[in-house]
């Protein structure tokens, strides 16, 4: 292989070889950007359902919709996420969920508290990324 051919290699393996960290810091602020930006999803979710237990008698349903939601954008996150943090608040929202679905199917009033606090904890976590 003539001299000019490996400088040339040798400088593409060092770009590329510069190129890999970058990539992979731009991966890790993609994951905080998609996790800062479902957090504000599920932040809006908790504040529609707090709306929708409020006016439960005007439409019944409608919790149960923006449950769906809450879970699914939910899920949505813990399938992008490999953060342990990010995981442990999701289960304490995901365990939240849960409670309120089974205090609604109760026909109890249900308490939202451990919901905000849950998304309050997932906003922390994911704004300190």
């Known amino acids: ?6 400088t040339r290699a040798a400088v593409v393996l060092a770009a590329a070889a510069l190129a890999l960290p970058l990539a992979a810091g ?3 602020a993609q994951k905080a950007v998609d996790c800062a930006r479902l957090g504000v999803e599920i932040t809006n979710d ?3 359902l707090q709306r929708a237990v409020t ?12 449950l769906d939601t809450l879970e699914k954008d939910t899920r949505k996150l813990k399938d992008k996420t490999d953060d342990t ?6 289960d304490h929202l995901q365990t939240a ?4 679905r ?3 199917r109760q026909n109890k009033a249900p308490d939202l508290t451990p919901v905000k606090d849950a998304a309050g904890e997932l ?7």
Do not use: Y
Not at 97 to 100: D, F, G, I, K, S
């Open 55 to 66: 006016d439960a008698a005007q439409d019944p349903g409608k919790a149960d919709k923006i």
């Open 26 to 28: 731009c991966s890790a």
């Open 46 to 48: 908790v504040d529609d």
């Open 97 to 100: 969920v849960t409670n309120v």
């Open 123 to 129: 906003a922390k976590v994911c704004t300190s990324k």
């Open 85 to 90: 943090d990010v995981s442990k608040a999701l």
């Open 102 to 104: 089974d205090a609604e």
């Open 1 to 6: 292989m003539p001299a000019r051919h490996r």
